[in-house]
């Protein structure tokens, strides 16, 4: 009956318009003070403390060092050095764009950040190559996805706070998957090109490949800063968010200079906005774990599954149905930190690795901000390429429809995803 009320009340709440983040902190007070005995003193402390942990400092460095990339120049000189490795095969420039999103991806944290960094430089030379702007619009609007994917990930920091999850060999678990997803999306954008005969471009010699990649170098180093110190020790995942935002700040203002020392207060208020609205969205989420906990919701549900034979195969299709339903209406964020509380106990209940669950989740949100109504990287790239939405959802499904494949092979083969951590001793 709880659940009936506290779910019946945030979903009337979400469809008269109002923001998810003040949707859940209404809907937690309405049920605490009229249907609950809780002390008002206990919320605060739960409050207090969900929210006092280091991980959650990782989310504004990210996105920082992610708003330092975009604006500087790293995105353009990763576009050069894809290009010059791939841009010679069928439809090089969208291949280009698959590499370049999966590098960008592997530097900023974000899905948003990665399609326009990428898509607003490769857009318009795509086009200008004589390659459909549908082409491009899909191959750019699935693969700025990689951005939640391939590590690191605020989306993976935020399954971290829900759970108490180990950021660092979520992280770690994520480099296969998104390697593979790559791959598919390079697959697709290939045989489509090659299909329809798209643009291919003279093949580069090694010289320019080398004088690329040199140029891209201090970028792509931001990866080994990240990813080698969280592997070797040195630092904690939160510590490798703040360094990445110091190296990114290093590289765009002081070794590529395309960033002045003037621009960077807009880009410090930009971030601290991002990062408000994801912390407050975060705090409401934390009283909504709260109260689930508090009435029980989880471990019904579990003993409800237990009770009817529901296994794990049962379990994970219905965790992909919801996720997938919920991605027509909320953003990734906000899907990942309400249903984490609620799904995650069910699925240790049964036996489920907790880490193989982030991906699962990761991967899930990645779909959800592909397709409408409210796929959050349908409008980014819509802003970029002045296509409604109706027609960039017709541009996306082949590679919508492999992600969708992808998803099914990360649910029911968490080897994929287990396999780098337990190698690296993280498990």
């Known amino acids: 009956m709880s659940a009936l009320v506290i779910f019946g009340l945030l979903a009337v709440l979400m469809l008269t318009g109002m923001p998810i983040s003040i949707s859940l902190g209404l809907t937690v007070l309405t049920f605490l003070f009229t249907m ?7 919320v605060a402390l ?9 991980e959650i400092m990782a989310i504004p460095f990210f996105i920082l060092a992610g708003n330092f990339l975009t604006h500087g120049g790293v995105a353009k000189r990763m576009i050069n050095f894809a290009t010059s490795m791939v841009g010679h095969w069928h439809g ?11 590098l960008f991806a592997a530097v900023s944290g974000s899905s948003p950040a990665c399609v326009v960094a990428i898509g607003s430089i490769l857009l318009p030379a795509m086009v200008k190559a004589g390659f459909p702007k549908k082409f491009g619009a899909g191959v750019i609007t699935t693969s700025g996805a990689l951005g939640i994917l391939i590590p690191p990930s605020i989306c993976m920091v935020m399954y971290s706070v829900a759970t108490n999850t180990s950021v660092g060999a979520l992280f770690m678990a994520g480099v296969m998957p998104g390697l593979a997803l790559a791959a598919t999306l390079f697959g697709v954008t290939w045989y489509r090109a090659r299909k329809f005969n798209y643009p291919r471009m003279q093949k580069a010699t090694w010289g320019e490949r080398w004088k690329a990649f040199r140029a891209s170098v201090w970028g792509l180093l931001l990866i080994v800063v990240v990813m080698g110190g969280i592997y070797t020790g040195i630092f904690t995942p939160t510590e490798a968010a703040a360094m990445s935002a110091v190296y990114a700040f290093i590289c765009a203002v002081f070794i590529y200079r395309d960033l002045g020392l003037k621009d960077v207060p807009k880009v410090l208020l930009n971030s601290a906005n991002m990062s408000a609205m994801l912390l407050y969205i975060i705090t409401n989420a934390v009283l909504f774990s709260f109260i689930m906990t508090n009435e029980s919701i989880p471990q019904a549900l579990a003993d409800w599954m237990l009770g009817h034979g529901l296994g794990q195969i049962a379990f994970l299709l219905a965790v992909n149905v919801i996720l997938l339903l919920a991605g027509n209406f ?3 964020s906000s899907i990942v ?6 799904l995650f106990p069910v699925a240790v209940k049964l036996g489920i690795d907790p880490i193989h669950f982030g991906i699962l989740m990761t991967v899930n949100m990645e779909v959800g901000m592909c397709h409408p109504p409210v796929g959050l990287n349908l409008y980014v790239a819509s802003g970029i390429t002045k296509m409604g939405i109706t027609e960039l959802t017709v541009a996306v499904w082949p590679w919508l429809l492999s992600m ?14 287990l396999w780098l951590p337990k190698t690296l001793g993280l498990m």
Not at 36 to 42: A, C, F, H, M, W
Not at 92 to 102: P, S, Y
Not at 337 to 342: K, Q, T, V
Request: glycine share 10%; hydrophobic share 55%.
């Open 46 to 54: 739960k409050l207090f403390t969900g929210i006092e942990k280091f």
């Open 330 to 332: 909320m953003e990734p």
């Open 404 to 417: 969708l494949c992808f998803l099914v092979v990360v649910t029911y083969w968490p080897g994929l995803s």
């Open 92 to 102: 090089g420039l969208g291949l280009a764009g698959v590499l370049a999103c999966a």
């Open 36 to 42: 609950t005995q809780v002390p008002l003193e206990s």
């Open 337 to 342: 930190l309400i249903f984490a509380p609620i």
